[in-house]
């Protein structure tokens, strides 16, 4: 009974401790202007929807990584003065600027995307997705190979008849780089020859920025070369496991 509960209160402080930790890292500290203000008591009660924005921000990809407004918005984030802090915030995210804006910290996303279709239209008349309408905006998410398909749904369907087939193959596509995904966890973790690793993991970064350019034949072409070279690897470092 004693060892009981003296476990029980150990893994009580553990748990203490481990949700201090996680309290820490979901809710950074933030000394900039922007953020004190959007998230202030007050802000809540008078702008209660963009408030939420900034909720949504905080447990996305960006917050987690702790960018700063200014990254995005641009803007000045040592004042307390709104007209001055807000000079310029929504021109960078206007839908015909997010490319630039994304892509000064995702290059080769952003350079693969400029070469589609897509970015000409979004260019010329907003007709097609900018990166925030596939990835959200503040809130911020990677694409799983299950929401895809009714990312794409919105635009490629009977209905509009643009190219209706494409939800399809982008679901396909994506579930074949999940498997890739799983296969080089595996790879990376169990496999001696580290030359080939390294190779293989490029050829997976190239293959899912390139994903940007949506020339999904030759995209889903190189897919399942990967898949392939993929599978021959993880049969080559189970058998380096069993050596061990
Ligand atoms: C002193 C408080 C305060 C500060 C500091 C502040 N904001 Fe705001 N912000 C507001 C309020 C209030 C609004 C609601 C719209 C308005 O009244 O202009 C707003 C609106 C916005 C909007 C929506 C604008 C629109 O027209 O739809 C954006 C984007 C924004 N802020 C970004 C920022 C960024 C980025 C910073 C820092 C560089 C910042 N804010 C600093 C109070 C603030
Ligand atoms: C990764 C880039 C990025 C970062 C970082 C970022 N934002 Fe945004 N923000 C956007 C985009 C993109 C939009 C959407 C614009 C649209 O819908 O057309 C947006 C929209 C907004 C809006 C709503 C504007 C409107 O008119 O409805 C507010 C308010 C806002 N951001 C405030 C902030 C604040 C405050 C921070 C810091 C806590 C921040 N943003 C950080 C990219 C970012
Ligand atoms: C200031 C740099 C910066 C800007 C600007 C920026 N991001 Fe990011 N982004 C990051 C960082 C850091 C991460 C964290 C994961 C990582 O290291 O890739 C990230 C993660 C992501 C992820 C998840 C990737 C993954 O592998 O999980 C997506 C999707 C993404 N960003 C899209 C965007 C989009 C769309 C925009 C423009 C609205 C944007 N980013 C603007 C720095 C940035
Ligand atoms: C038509 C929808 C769509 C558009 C537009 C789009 N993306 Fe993506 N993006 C995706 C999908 C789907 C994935 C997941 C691919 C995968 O599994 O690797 C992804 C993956 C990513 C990733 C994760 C890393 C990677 O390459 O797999 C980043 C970062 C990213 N996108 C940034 C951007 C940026 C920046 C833009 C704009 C220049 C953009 N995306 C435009 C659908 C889109
Ligand atoms: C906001 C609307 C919208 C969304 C969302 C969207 N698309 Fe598109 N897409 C378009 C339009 C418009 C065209 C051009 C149709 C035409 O040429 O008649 C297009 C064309 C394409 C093409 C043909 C490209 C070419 O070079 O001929 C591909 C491939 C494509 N989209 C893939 C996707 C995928 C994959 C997704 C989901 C991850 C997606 N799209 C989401 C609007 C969209």
Same mark, same amino acid.
């Given at each position: 009974?004693?060892?009981?509960?003296?476990?029980?209160?150990?893994?009580?402080?553990?748990?203490?401790?481990? @949700?201090?930790?996680?309290? $820490?890292?979901?809710?950074?500290?933030? %000394?900039?202007? &922007?953020?004190? /203000? *959007?998230? #202030?008591?007050?802000?809540?009660?008078?702008?209660?929807?963009?408030?939420?924005?900034?909720?949504?921000?905080?447990?996305?990809?960006?917050?987690?990584?702790?960018?700063?407004?200014?990254?995005?918005?641009?803007?000045?984030?040592?004042?307390?003065?709104?007209?001055?802090?807000?000079?310029?915030?929504?021109?960078?995210?206007?839908?015909?600027?997010?490319?630039?804006?994304?892509?000064?910290?995702?290059?080769?996303?952003?350079?693969?995307?400029?070469? @589609?279709?897509?970015?000409? $239209?979004?260019?010329?008349?907003?007709? %097609?997705?900018? &990166?925030?309408? /596939? *990835?959200? #905006?503040?809130?911020?998410?990677?694409?799983?190979?299950?929401?895809?398909?009714?990312?794409?749904?919105?635009?490629?369907?009977?209905?509009?008849?643009?190219?209706?087939?494409?939800?399809?193959?982008?679901?396909?596509?994506?579930?074949?780089?999940?498997?890739?995904?799983?296969?080089?966890?595996?790879?990376?973790?169990?496999?001696?020859?580290?030359?080939?690793?390294?190779?293989?993991?490029?050829?997976?970064?190239?293959?899912?920025?390139?994903?940007? @350019?949506?020339?999904?034949?030759?995209?889903?072409?190189?897919?399942?070369?990967?898949?392939?070279?993929?599978?021959?690897?993880?049969?080559?470092?189970?058998?380096?496991?069993?050596?061990?």
């Amino acid at each position: 009974m004693v060892g009981a509960t003296k476990g029980s209160i150990m893994s009580y402080t553990r748990l203490l401790l481990v @949700s201090l930790f996680v309290t $820490l890292v979901a809710t950074p500290v933030r %000394a900039d202007k &922007c953020h004190q /203000c *959007h998230k #202030s008591r007050e802000f809540k009660v008078t702008h209660k929807k963009l408030y939420d924005y900034n909720v949504n921000f905080e447990v996305s990809v960006h917050g987690i990584a702790e960018l700063e407004c200014t990254d995005c918005h641009g803007g000045d984030d040592n004042t307390d003065n709104l007209e001055i802090a807000h000079k310029g915030v929504l021109a960078p995210v206007r839908y015909d600027k997010i490319p630039e804006t994304c892509g000064k910290c995702h290059e080769d996303q952003h350079d693969a995307f400029v070469t @589609s279709h897509h970015y000409q $239209l979004l260019e010329k008349d907003g007709s %097609a997705p900018s &990166c925030v309408t /596939c *990835h959200g #905006s503040m809130d911020m998410d990677f694409i799983f190979a299950t929401k895809v398909k009714s990312t794409c749904l919105f635009c490629h369907n009977h209905e509009s008849g643009i190219f209706p087939q494409i939800p399809g193959q982008a679901e396909f596509i994506l579930s074949k780089l999940n498997i890739i995904k799983g296969y080089k966890g595996y790879v990376e973790t169990h496999a001696d020859d580290k030359d080939m690793v390294r190779d293989l993991g490029d050829a997976y970064n190239k293959l899912t920025s390139r994903w940007h @350019s949506f020339d999904l034949d030759g995209v889903e072409a190189e897919t399942r070369t990967l898949l392939g070279e993929y599978r021959k690897a993880k049969a080559q470092a189970m058998k380096d496991r069993k050596k061990k």
